[in-house]
């Protein structure tokens, strides 16, 4: 159950778009297409993003979107606001009812 | 509205144990599995460990498994964490999480708690 792997750290402008990387293994990202994202603004809960790869929950704005190819997958953000600003995290289902977290990207909106 | 409240972080020594409660609001609870999920301050997240809707499944980290019990009590609409062995790598900020399931397998973790912290230290 090894971690994924994130940058560390993004930015952009206000406008620009992000593109955060979350890479796996073919035996949890690159396996199965359950892979989720969620945001985490300081002192607060984890908000979920974007789940089974590509869907986005009710309220969750237009802006965020995900993607995978093989064993990495992708968070894009288009249009950044500053309240963007936020770490975020990838997840995917790794089989047996199991899950692996990747270490989280820190988002600044310069 | 979901409402995840968690409560029994505590103090605890190394080798001691504690259990977590989480209570559950706003939502059909036997309709969804649940999952905790740890977070050192500062850190990054850690899957702990998960149950399906019943409690007829139940599934654990590489980390935790033989320390830990997951359990629930539909009639309560609450969920718990038993920790037993405590270390101080087990010192985190624990989040009570609702889990979608998909094709029977759990998948998505829609809804979190504020979480509840537990501290391992002699």
């Known amino acids: 159950q090894s971690a994924l792997t994130q940058p560390a750290s993004v930015s952009g402008s206000p406008g620009q778009a992000i593109t955060i990387s979350c890479t796996g293994t073919?035996?949890?990202?690159?396996?199965?297409?359950?892979v989720s994202w969620y945001q985490q603004h300081p002192g607060k809960a984890p908000k979920l993003m974007i789940y089974d790869v590509t869907e986005r929950p009710a309220g969750v704005s237009n802006r965020f979107s995900g993607s995978k190819t093989g064993n990495t997958a992708s968070l894009t953000i288009s249009g950044l606001q500053p309240e963007d600003e936020a770490d975020y995290y990838c997840?995917?289902?790794?089989?047996?009812?199991?899950?692996?977290f990747g270490g989280g990207t820190k988002l600044t909106v310069l | 509205e979901v409402q995840l409240v968690e409560s029994g972080g505590d103090v605890v020594r190394p080798g001691g144990s504690l259990r977590l409660s989480c209570a559950a609001s706003g939502f059909s609870f036997d309709d969804y599995g649940l999952s905790w999920v740890r977070q050192v301050p500062g850190k990054g997240l850690e899957w702990v460990s998960g149950?399906?809707?019943?409690?007829?499944?139940?599934f654990y980290a590489d980390s935790v498994k033989g320390r830990f019990t997951i359990s629930r009590d539909n009639a309560k609409n609450s969920l718990f964490l038993q920790m037993n062995s405590l270390r101080a790598e087990d010192t985190a900020l624990y989040h009570c999480?609702?889990?979608?399931?998909?094709?029977?397998?759990?998948?998505?973790?829609?809804?979190w708690g504020q979480g509840t912290l537990v501290t391992v230290s002699s």
């Open positions: 149950i399906n809707w019943n409690g007829g499944r139940t």
């Open positions: 073919s035996s949890d990202v690159g396996r199965y297409k359950f």
């Open positions: 999480v609702r889990v979608r399931f998909s094709y029977g397998n759990p998948t998505t973790f829609d809804y």
């Open positions: 997840c995917s289902y790794a089989g047996s009812g199991t899950f692996v």
